[in-house]
């Protein structure tokens, strides 16, 4: 019998010594026992490393930056020193389904891909709640994600991309984004590779008070250097156009300012009445005003 090849799991992580160890548990507890768990602590001053320390499983392999570098440095570093066949990612304060991997790697087989995104629970972190499941699979057409499908919608998150080795090998993450990193590496990966879409929940994550999802700026800044990388293809097409900078419009009114840059691409790209009454309510303060009042 063929022995199952090996999958290398990345988790990066600071300061997450609440959680760390759940995150690790559900890695260990796969109903794949074939692993390597490559945990890269970027310089935690909580009880981080104790914990992992603490652990008695000799799959687990713990490494440490010498400096803060950021999650997508850490997220490298683990690419750079896996050795399995195929390479899947968790964050520090998410949890897997016991047959995240198995029914992962079924999924890339049977469906002849390079890499696959599942979905997940979202839940918020103090009450629990559930609050979405992400991706929303009604945006997305089949199991094959194309570039320009990607671009018009991000279905994808770390913990839920899975694929070939070779994948993240060549292609690391980008470490100057402060956010969107796991955006712009399926993108990326999307030019070169098959990328598939697995319409099944394996992951459940947990929104953190401090997390940089809860950041606006952040999230214009992510926005803006992907608008850079892939101007010509988001402005080839209106739908991508529109799609693109009203996400980005909502990380602007966040930030309590005016998404005029943003309307008005979006009037460029389709010029109709509602378009130019929100470009118009943009340029008078009233979209942002509305927007905030709306969303809280």
Not at 11 to 17: D, H, L, Q, V
Not at 112 to 134: A, G, H, L, P
Not at 209 to 230: A, C, R, W, Y
């Amino acid at each position: 019998m063929q022995k199952e090849p090996l999958i290398s799991v990345v988790i990066p992580t600071y300061n997450r010594a609440n959680t760390i160890l759940q995150s690790v548990n559900s890695v260990l507890n796969q109903t794949y026992k074939n692993i390597e768990l490559i945990v890269v602590d970027d310089c935690s001053t909580d009880d981080t490393e104790k914990i992992i320390a603490g652990i008695q499983d000799s799959r687990v392999k713990f490494y440490r930056l010498e400096k803060n570098s950021g999650a997508c440095t850490a997220r490298n570093l683990g690419i750079e020193k896996a050795s399995g066949k195929y390479i899947a990612f968790n964050d520090s304060d998410d949890k897997w389904l016991p047959e995240k991997l198995e029914k992962q790697l079924s999924f890339l087989l049977e469906n002849n891909c390079d890499i696959t995104v599942c979905s997940m629970n979202v839940f918020e972190e103090v009450t629990e709640k559930k609050m979405y499941v992400f991706p929303d699979s009604a945006k997305l057409n089949g199991k094959k994600i194309s570039f320009n499908e990607l671009l018009k919608y991000n279905c994808t998150s770390t913990q839920l991309i899975f694929g070939k080795e070779e994948c993240f090998k060549n292609n690391l993450f980008d470490s100057s984004m402060p956010r969107f990193q796991d955006w712009d590496e399926c993108l990326k990966l999307s030019k070169k590779y098959s990328l598939c879409f697995q319409n099944e929940i394996l992951v459940e994550t947990f929104q953190q008070q401090d997390s940089i999802t809860k950041n606006p700026q952040k999230g214009v800044k992510g926005m803006e250097m992907l608008f850079e990388k892939h101007k010509n293809d988001i402005l080839s097409d209106p739908e991508i156009t529109e799609s693109f900078f009203k996400k980005m419009s909502s990380f602007t009114c966040r930030c309590k300012k005016n998404p005029v840059f943003e309307m008005s691409y979006i009037y460029k790209a389709k010029p109709n009445p509602i378009n130019l009454v929100k470009l118009i309510m943009a340029k008078t303060g009233l979209y942002k005003l509305l927007f905030n009042l709306k969303n809280g």
